[in-house]
Each structure stands twice: as C-alpha cells, then as structure tokens.
C-alpha cells in the first residue's frame, strides 16, 4: 500500500523493547500493535492487506500497562463535580480541567463521582457527565457518573448533608424522580449507584436499575451482613469504600463487611460483572459470587493492616480508588471547600482546618498502586490488575479497558519499575500520546 | 555436498543463523535485487528464527531487501489458526523483523483453485529471479518439505496427502489429537526446492539418524526425497553429533577432516563462504637447502 493513500486513522502504531502486562503475566519479547485507538492483532493485515507498522513506539525496557481507572472520584483542582451554582459552559469547563489533569497520573477512565444532592443538581449536572470517549488533548474517558447516595443511611452518612437522604418506597419511581431522565439512559449516564441495602425499597429496585445496566454498589449503610447478602443475590455487585461509612466488623454480625466471607450465595452464570475465581472463592473454577469492593489506599482512610486482611480474603474483588475529594491536585494551602475551610497539608492531607478530620483524599492512583502492593505485600501485576483489570471487571466493560488484548481501547501506561518502585513516564489515551 | 557436523542443537542453530546472515550481507541485496530465501517451518528452524531475530535487534541483519518463500501450509486450516503455517511464521520470525509484507510469500491453504495457487507460487518464485538460498528440514522418513516417500524428484509446487507417520509427528502441535491434523498440505515440490542456487537441509537429533543415513549414504530414492541433494551442486546439510549415529564411521570422520584441514592448510582468510578456495595459506620459508639433489624449488 503507498504510503501516500494511508489516512491518519488507518496508521498502525508498534510498540518494541516493552515488557506487557498480558493475561495475568509480564511478558517480555512481546509486541503491541494498535490502530484507530484499539489494540489490534496485527498477523492478518500483514497477509491479507500487505500492512506492516507505520510508526514504530520504542518504549525503552519499560513495563506497558493498561491505563488505570478510577470508579470513585469527587473532584480535582478546586473542582467538585456535585457543584452546580455556575452556568453550564464553566461546569463544562471545569469537568474538562479535572479530565485532562488525571493524565499525568495514567488515569485514563474514570467515574466523576457526585456526592448526595437534591434532584436539582442531579438534573443540572449529570447530563454533562454522560460518557465520553478520551482523548490526548481532552482529558480522561469519562465512564460514566457514580452517584453516591441519596439513597444512604443517616447512620453512616460521612461528610454527606443528610436533609435530601431519600428512600425508595415507590421502587425505581423514586429513584428516576430524584436522578432525573439521565437515569434512563442507564450506564451510558449513569454507571454506578451507591446505596444502602436497608434503606426502604433499595433492595427490591436492584433489579430494575440492574436491567438498566447500572452497577449497583453497597456503601454509607448501616447494614447488616443479612441485608447485605440479600442485596447480592438482588444484583448488586460491589462494596463502596470498603470499612469506611459502614458497620464496623463484628464477629457474630460481620455486615457489610462480612460480605467477603460469603460462602453460599448463588454462583454467578456469567463473569461479566463478577471477579474471576480465586483460591479462596467459593468455586474454584466459577465466578466469583462475592461483590468487589473499593479500597481508598492512602494510608489514612483504611490502616495497612485491614487493607492486607481484606485483600487476602478476595484477591480478585478489590479495586483501588482514590476518593479524592476537590482539593487534590492542589498545592498545600486553606480552601473553601463545600462550606468548610479545608487544610491541605505537605503530605497531601486534608483536614477541616484546624481539626484531625479527614475531609477526604488528595491521592492519585498511582499512589493508592503504590502503597496497595507494600501494605499486601502482593505481586506488582496484582496490584496494578486493581487499578486496571479489576474496575474494568467490574462495570461488565473488560473487552475493552483494563486490558493489553486485542479489541481493547488504546489507553496505555509506561512505567518505570525499577528499584521497587513505579513511576509513570508516558501515557496514551485511546492510542494517542498525552503530553505529559 | 558439503556436510558440517557441530556437537549439539545449540551449535548448528548458531552455524546456520551466522551463514544465513552472512550469506545475505556478502549479496548485499537492493530493491531490484532482493535475497530471494527459501524457508522451513518446525522444531529445527524454531531456533534458527530465535537467533536471527537477536541478531535484527542487535543491527547485524536487514531483512528489508529479502523475500521470502515458505516451504508449505495446511490445506483448509484457517490463516489466523494458531497451528497454521502463517502463523507459525509470523509469531516466530515475521513480527520481530523489518521484512515488508509484500515480499512474504507463503501458500494459501485456503485458495478456491489449490492447483491455481501452485502454480502462481512458481510463477513468482520465477518472476523474483529464482531463490538463492532454500533451507529445509528434514522429516523422521527422509522427506523434505511434504514431499513424502514416492514423491517424483522432478515434483513441482502441488497439493500432497501427508503421510501417516508425518500426520503423527505433527500431531504434538495439536493436542497430541490425530484427528486433529489437517491431512492435506500445499508443498513445494522436490525439485523447486533443488533448482535453488543453494540448498541448506538441518538435521538435528538421533531420531533423524536413519533418514540422514539412507539421504546421503543411499542412493537418489523417492522414498528419502532429501536425497535428491546429491543431484545439487551446492548442497549444504548442517547436523549434530547425534544425526551422524546411522552414518559410517568413514563418512563422519572424512566430513569433520575437511574442516581441519581447511583451518589449517587454507586459512579462513582464503575460504569463502560457500566454500570456494582461493589458494592455500603462505607456507613459511623452508629451512630445507638447496642442493642438487633437491629440486631448485622456489619458495
């Protein structure tokens, strides 16, 4: 083919010198071809339409990765995505600023997280967090919105208003009233729901929301480990921020927590949506029928030790998330944030000014990665696979994130993995080269 | 026939990659003048494509001039199938390598008119000017490519029914299931292999002892087609010390003296690569004296 008739689109990019993370195994001698954003299998178009690399990426002995995704984020740079005073375009403006910012991070998908709000805001502001595709000069792939609450206990409410909880005694009615007609679009608005098992109704609209193809996630509940259950058998397939905004774990009523040691809940018939079998599942072949769970790995919100006992009960269902609140990505200083004065310290802290309370993350992803692998002491594949394979796994989409195979989007990381540590040196969405 | 017989797999691996490469860097191919090889698929040469593609990413080969013909490919199996000859060829050699696509040539198991598609690979192994250097393999029954026993010598590119012992001998490839093998190949016939200007036949291990034996110490047979070497002007067969166990004892020990004596009384230095003499080293002045008894002998 002349190389004067090939267009943009149709460039074949290959990767060289770099070491893959594919099915499970760094592989070395391997190659990653991809074209038009998505990772191809190149072998075909070689015999058939005679196309061989059109640009060749040296990436220098370093590891490639998938690009990481982050399910639960509230916000960046002063930003909030519950915020919805501001007229449309600087709304606009502001989701794209947090997008491009996660980057340099090798967040390449996330889920703006909206925090409880009343229908007002909810209509105002998830429509602009409908899911887009990434791009190098756009900002991150948003998935979707993960909206927290309302639908939550007051018990557990964290740093959420409690005057707009709501309970969903009219089933689903109730949650299409407060979300708005975004809801109906499913997950291509909406691609998570955190709410509380026991709350009036929640357990028996799973399905519907289900059938929507929502993720249902259960978080900021007072439950107890028979509601929980119950509300896994229902659909829902995923803990929020494990240990945090929940019972704490008691021997005879483990809660929500105790979900991890489920033996006899139904086994799934399909994977999609559920983790892949481990030595400790309940069938070693099958499905996983224990939900995921997130994990916020700063060190703070969860202590290393009941990060290291979680994830030994079910390596396969943790996800690593940041939980970060707006004033990450900002430097060191008192903010305003959502009434409060917030102080973010040196080491990236933030506390209500003047007081030890946490007022919420300011890690990235790279460094929940980070600090995952030293407090479990796992494998660097497992601990990268919780912030790539694992969310993918999770909201039913790992055909096409969180995955080096072919067919998946181009969202790649290189790390440096030298020395014990990681380091992210280039990053790629949807096969294009970020700026870093 | 040249015959070079190194102590292990690890050896002859290393002497064919080397000859290959040399061999294409003293033709110093262009554009209108491409490296034309010949290429084999199996066990033997799995190593040989291991070393030239270290040798491509250390910069000691270009494979941007060469063009390739591969010896056969399954009838009816899918191109992208894992088993398939396209391939083994791609993961192990293609992929790695700066080769251009549309100088890669191999047999379409799948072509509606398989006596058509024959007959094209001739026309194009003649169009590119014939292939300078074919290598090959051997199978456990003397055959070469999958011209299996009672092929004719003079056979041409063709559609062959595999033998039973090679459809068991490929059958570790899928499964270990018989039944699994595909029974029809396209091969290149004994004879496209030997109008190449260069033949290169590897034989690695104690179950190709017999074949070796019957290919170079028996006659032309149709029954060991690699036999049809002896018939070569510049055959080539590069083997290990376990190959060499059906031979005669005269046979290994004459093949390994050529090789000393060529070091010794030649010198590299005067020894090309397919192995024509210049001249013998420079002698260092004899001490003798000249008298008239001995003849006025100039140094």
Redesign the interface.
Known sequence: MPTSEIKESDKIYKIINARLLIEHEIVE?A?LWFQNGKII????L???????ADEIIDAKGLLVVPGFIDTQINGSYGIDFADYEEPVEVLQKNIDKVAKGLLQYGCTAFCPTVVSSAAEVYQKVLPLLNHRKGSATGGAEILGAHVEGPFISVLKKGAHKQAVFKDAKNGIKDFDEVYGPELLKGNKAVSIITMAPEIDGVCDAIPDLVARGITISMGHSACRIAEAEEAVTKGANSITHLFNAMQAFHHRDPGLIGVLGACDLPIPETSVGHPAPSSTSPDRKRPDPRPFYGLICDGVHVHPNSIRMAYYSHPTGAVLVTDTLSAAGLPSGIYQLGGSEVEVVEDGAAYIKGTTTLAGSTITIVQCIRNFRKFTNCPLVEAIEAATLHPARLLGIEDRKGTLNVGGDADLVFLDDTNGDIAVKRVFVAGEEVKL | MRLVIRDDYDEVTNYVANYVKERIRQFNPTTENPFVIGLPTGSSPVSVYKVLVEMYKAGEINFENVVTFNMDEYVGLPRDHPESYHSFMWKNLFMHVNIKPENVHILDGNAPDLDEECKKFEAEIARVGGIELFLGGIGPDGHIAFNEPGSSLTSRTRVKTLAYETIIANARFFDGDVSKVPKLALTVGVATVMDAREVLVIITGAHKAIALANCIEGGVNHMWTVSAIQMHPKGLIVCDEDATLELHVKTVKYFKSIEHVHQSLIGPENLSLQGGVKQLRKVVVSSRSQTPLNGPYEE
């Not at chain 1, 299998?41 to 075909?44: D, E, I, L, S, V």
């Not at chain 1, 070689?46 to 061989?52: G, L, Q, T």
Request: proline residues 8%; charged residues 25%.
């Open positions: 001698n190659y299998h190149p072998q075909n070689f015999f058939s339409a005679r196309r061989d």
